[in-house]
């Protein structure tokens, strides 16, 4: 089992930052890709960025230049930072990560998410 723990969202202006975190802890071997996802009320859950273990980082069309992830593997943590935040940008933010455990198996968890409101 791996657990992960969200912190860091809330309410900002438009134009604010926020700096979201995920800290995995566990049966882990290996964190392979970790990543953050959103979903708006009536919206599917889209990807806003994630990034694997060589450091290679994919982000969504609406966030780039604007968020930057990064991890700390020594502390299987992954945050991400939200600036110049629009209304947009409102939504319930999701933790994910992929990786193996102790036994070799291959996982795929979630975490409970973390409400993002920007105010206009």
């Known amino acids: 089992q791996v657990q992960l723990a969200e912190s860091g969202g809330g309410l900002v202006q438009a134009g604010g930052s926020l700096r979201l975190s995920c800290a995995a802890s566990g049966n882990i071997f290996r964190i392979n890709t970790m990543g953050w996802y959103r979903q708006a009320p009536g919206k599917q859950r889209e990807l806003v960025a994630d990034?694997?273990?060589?450091?290679?980082?994919n982000y969504a069309d609406s966030v780039k230049g604007r968020f930057t992830i990064f991890r700390d593997n020594a502390k299987n943590t992954v945050l991400l930072q939200m600036n110049s935040l629009k209304p947009e940008d409102t939504g319930f933010y999701y933790c994910?990560?992929?990786?193996?455990?102790?036994?070799?198996?291959?996982?795929?968890?979630w975490g409970q998410g973390t409400q993002v409101t920007v105010s206009s």
């Open positions: 990034i694997i273990n060589d450091g290679s980082t």
């Open positions: 994910k990560v992929g990786g193996s455990g102790g036994g070799g198996a291959m996982f795929n968890y």
